[in-house]
């Protein structure tokens, strides 16, 4: 089945700088990749997503790159701000088009 | 507009019971999901269901049971419970989910289970 692979771990910036989360899949028939935020104590909720026929996608300070030859996807976040401090997560479709697999998450800190 | 509810919030029980987690949506949505969250794995899928009395297997099924006989409710049960199954559950659910297609997953708030 799909495996989503999602780097790094943890991540910690200083208010203003860029972070920048990676994300591979494995299933090279995937063709949908969202991003959810998940704030401290609370639901995961989606933030960007990106189809496989578009290879950026941009939302204000976040954008999401999409690299299918590579199978990799990455999140952009620019001007970081502390409402930032979250964990994200990355996902792909199953291999049958019907659920999402979600990487690990990255816990990210932006300190003012 | 309640949205997509999960009962109990909270809940303490022992290995070897039996738990049902509910699972309830208002908008009418095909698709719902159940993940659970734990430090260092993220969301894993346990099983979902594309429409009243289908149900598929995800990511990690064993010691898990569901149902869908009704549209807006999709319940967990844990029919002997284990200290492996101690973890945050997450109810969700998408009006347009299905290969070909894609659509936003909207997330209960989660039930913490502890399972000494």
């Known amino acids: 089945g799909e495996n989503v692979e999602q780097h790094p771990s943890t991540l910690s910036v200083q208010e203003g700088d860029s972070a920048v989360i990676k994300c591979t899949y494995s299933?090279?028939?995937?063709?949908?990749f969202p991003w959810y935020k998940q704030e401290l104590g609370k639901r995961p909720q989606l933030i960007i997503d990106i189809r496989s026929n578009v290879g950026e996608k941009k939302d204000q300070r976040i954008a999401v790159t999409l690299n299918k030859t590579a199978k990799h996807f990455s999140l952009h976040i620019t001007e970081t701000q502390p409402e930032d401090s979250a964990v994200y997560f990355c996902?792909?479709?199953?291999?049958?088009?019907?659920?999402?697999?979600f990487g690990k998450g990255t816990t990210l800190s932006v300190s003012s | 507009d309640a949205g997509i509810t999960q009962s109990p919030r909270y809940k303490i029980t022992e290995t070897g019971r039996q738990v049902t987690l509910m699972c309830h949506q208002t908008w009418s949505h095909s698709y719902m999901f159940w993940y659970r969250q734990d430090l260092g794995h993220g969301l894993r899928l346990i099983y979902y269901?594309?429409?009243?009395?289908?149900?598929d297997k995800g990511e990690v099924p064993d010691g898990y049971v569901v149902s869908r006989s009704k549209t807006e409710n999709f319940p967990l049960t844990l029919e002997s419970a284990t200290r492996s199954q101690t973890s945050v559950y997450f109810c969700?659910?998408?009006?347009?989910f299905g290969r070909g297609n894609t659509g936003e997953l909207f997330f209960g708030e989660g039930s913490r289970l502890t399972v000494l």
């Open positions: 299933d090279s028939a995937s063709n949908y």
């Open positions: 969700a659910s998408s009006e347009v």
């Open positions: 996902a792909a479709k199953n291999k049958a088009g019907t659920a999402l697999i």
């Open positions: 269901s594309a429409a009243a009395d289908i149900t």
